[in-house]
């Protein structure tokens, strides 16, 4: 059998303020924890779709079929302290029912009690309790932020490496969100098996991927002195 794919392609900034200025940029040898940014002190930054859409792009890879999804309801916040990102801690959280994968009947049975049971786990959420391994070049940064990653019922401690960069508010910024803006990405993998994700017997691994592959764009501006 062919394999059949259906891609979502992430959404791109608009030309008014300029990608680059938010993504993850390779991170240099610098080992200092603090950005190069006006700002100093705990901040708490919220997840805003006015700045650009914050989501969860996954792909399950498997012998006679590739998906690729996206799940979005994304919400939650963070604290940092620019002079010391060791502190960084927080939230995401994206809801299942908007997980899509291109296809609404597989949607159906993606939301169905067979597999990831919407209506009984609502949510996707990880819960970062530590960061560590930072490097900083500049207004960007990259590091691990190990915490609790909750799937169908079932919470794992995992360690995520990730990207962030800090934009200082301008006339440019503030067309978007009010505050200094944020983006972080991350990419990372979960095994199914983990979080007692089965489906149809005999589809994991055949159809489905045994392990999915997601990365993570957000986006989000200070809201408030954490």
């Known amino acids: 059998k062919q394999k059949t794919a ?3 392609r992430p959404r791109d900034w608009s ?3 300029c990608s680059s200025d938010l ?3 390779t991170s240099s040898d610098a080992t200092a924890q603090k950005l190069a940014v ?7 930054v919220t997840w805003n779709d006015h ?4 989501q969860l792009v996954w792909v399950s890879d498997a012998p006679l079929e590739s998906i690729h999804g996206t799940s979005e309801g994304v919400t939650g916040s963070i604290t940092l302290d620019p002079s010391n990102l060791s502190t960084l801690r927080g939230t995401v959280t994206t809801q299942t029912k908007t997980m899509e994968t291109g296809n609404a009947t597989r949607n159906n049975h993606l ?5 990831m049971d919407v209506k009984k786990y609502p949510t996707i959420s990880f819960k970062i309790i ?3 391994n930072i490097k900083v070049t500049g207004s960007t940064a990259t590091g691990y932020a190990t915490g609790d990653f909750t799937m169908h019922g079932v919470t794992k401690r995992i360690t ?14 503030r067309q978007r969100a009010p505050g200094d803006l944020v983006s972080i990405n991350a990419s990372f993998s979960i095994a199914l098996k983990d979080f007692n994700v089965a489906g149809q017997e005999g589809t994991v691994g055949s159809k489905v991927g045994e392990t999915i592959k997601i990365t993570a764009q957000l986006f989000g501006n200070v809201t408030g002195k954490g």
């Open 130 to 132: 530590s960061v560590e």
């Open 23 to 25: 993504m993850t940029l």
């Open 51 to 54: 700045i650009n859409k914050n």
């Open 15 to 17: 030309s008014d303020v």
């Open 111 to 115: 939301w169905s009690s067979e597999w």
């Open 160 to 173: 995520i490496p990730f990207g962030l960069s800090y934009m200082t508010e301008s006339e440019k910024t």
């Open 6 to 8: 259906y891609e979502i």
């Open 38 to 44: 006006a700002s100093s002190g705990p901040v708490t």
